[in-house]
């Protein structure tokens, strides 16, 4: 890491205050070169009020300082924040003053990365603080809150201390491999620790399918035939009018997807074309996707207006084999008695299927549907201890782990040479380390990580 000097906006811009920060070796002399107090000599952690000055010796705005010196500091480096009013020429004018003093601006994610190669935090906690940022329910919150805090990384540092454990063990045999006497590793103890190691990281590899749903909001389809009022449901669903609404069938001739949080849980929810058949080249794409759409899913909401043949049920059932299906009797407010003929129905022909009566065009029942999602989604209760992976990258690095200690455990079974165990216990080791940095990690992989940063941060 270079020992540039740094400095940035860390706030948008607009709002009533804004903050500038600067960090490197230089940056209290830096920031004490551009403000009317000196505090080259201030005590770490405190804060002081004057003016910031261009180099023509005006005055830029009355601020507050924060100075904190190294180790004791966000990037672990002498660090100084400015306090100033939000407007955006002050602010660039505060960046462009403390460039010409010294500093070059900031990349994007260099403070946390700089915090990481510091030692202030693991790998894992710095692409928490992104997740952070970025979160946009309670359940993402407290995902990477929990990652931030470390649960996760004690979670690695407990299973790398496990196979470090089985590692030095086996090659203590191999060091004193001319004594047969001698007897190290009890292979039955060490082969129950490998059992143990390799159900926590199916279980922390498992925990992606939770954690990008929760992230990325869960994948709720609405399919049914045209006309029914799929986007008047949509429409409800997202409190606002964000699909057109019209009684001319076909009219929804593509996906359409948003959002909306229920429950601090994201669900992300998708408009689709309706099934029918049709002679239009252009509607027949959008049933197409429809089909695609449902693969992607996780819950698909069949909403329905009239009894469905067996035949349609069958076919439903086939194409949702592997997703939650609820059915949605929409249009109660009009036909109320044909509401209880479709549920006679459906409990005679579809008994293990969820239904419930709605009408999207009165907002009936919205608030009974919203809570179906919920369960449906069968979220686990998520709190700021609670370990779920919701990296890619971490996911991939568990997969690749979980092979290694497989391969470990076959080769017990198998009575094979402590050597060969050893070589495919070291690679589960790397793999583990990947993920929080606990080895040397390539530039490309930091720069990976960082990119998508925003400056500032």
């Known amino acids: 890491m270079n020992n540039d000097n740094i400095c940035a906006l860390a706030t948008p811009t607009g709002g009533a205050i804004g903050i500038v920060r600067v960090s490197g070796p230089e940056a209290i002399s830096i920031t004490n070169s551009i403000f009317s107090?000196?505090?080259?000599?201030?005590?770490?952690?405190?804060?002081?009020?004057?003016?910031?000055?261009?180099?023509?010796?005006?005055?830029?705005?009355?601020?507050?300082?924060?100075?904190?010196?190294?180790?004791?500091?966000?990037?672990?480096?002498?660090?100084?924040?400015?306090?100033?009013?939000?407007?955006?020429?002050?602010?660039?004018?505060v960046v462009h003053t403390l460039i010409d003093a010294g500093c070059r601006q900031a990349e994007p994610g260099e403070y946390t990365k700089r915090a990481y190669l510091n030692g202030k935090m693991d790998l894992s906690q710095a692409e928490a603080v992104a997740d952070l940022v970025s979160a946009t329910n309670r359940a993402s919150h407290k995902m990477a809150l929990s990652q931030l805090k470390g649960h996760f990384s004690s979670e690695l540092s407990i299973l790398r201390d496990q196979l470090l454990k089985i590692t030095s063990l086996l090659e203590l045999e191999l060091d004193f491999s001319d004594h047969e006497e001698l007897e190290f590793a009890d292979r039955s103890e060490l082969m129950q620790l490998a059992k143990k190691i390799h159900e926590r990281i199916t279980s922390l590899a498992k925990s992606f399918e939770t954690g990008n749903a929760l992230k990325e909001g869960i994948p709720v389809a609405i399919i049914g035939k045209t006309n029914v009022g799929k986007s008047t449901l949509l429409n409800q669903l997202l409190h606002e009018d964000k699909a057109i609404v019209s009684d001319i069938h076909g009219t929804t001739r593509d996906v359409i997807e948003d959002t909306t949080e229920i429950n601090g849980i994201t669900f992300r929810f998708i408009d689709t074309a309706g099934i029918r058949q049709t002679e239009d080249k252009v509607e027949q794409l959008g049933i197409e996707r429809t089909f695609k759409k449902i693969d992607e899913a996780t819950l698909i909401l069949w909403l329905i207006d009239a009894i469905p043949s067996l035949e349609e049920i069958k076919n439903i059932q086939e194409r949702c084999a592997d997703k939650k299906l609820i059915i949605v009797i929409n249009k109660i407010d009009s036909n109320n008695s044909s509401a209880n003929n479709i549920i006679n129905q459906l409990t005679t022909t579809a008994p293990t299927l969820q239904h419930l009566e709605i009408s999207a065009k009165l907002g009936t029942n919205i608030s009974l549907l919203e809570q179906a999602l919920y369960a449906a989604a069968n979220i686990p209760e998520i709190n700021e201890n609670s370990v779920i992976v919701t990296s890619a990258r971490h996911y991939e690095a568990l997969t690749h782990a979980n092979e290694s200690i497989t391969r470990v455990i076959e080769a017990m079974e198998a009575d094979l040479s402590g050597d060969l165990i050893s070589e495919d216990l070291r690679i589960c080791l790397e793999q583990l380390s990947e993920i929080t940095g606990g080895q040397i990690t390539p530039n490309e992989v930091l720069g990976n990580i960082f990119q998508h940063f925003c400056i500032g941060k």
């Open 37 to 93: 107090k000196d505090i080259s000599l201030a005590k770490p952690n405190t804060v002081h009020y004057g003016e910031i000055i261009d180099k023509e010796g005006s005055t830029i705005d009355d601020v507050l300082v924060s100075v904190y010196r190294a180790p004791h500091s966000y990037t672990g480096e002498d660090s100084a924040e400015i306090s100033c009013h939000g407007s955006a020429y002050i602010l660039n004018k």
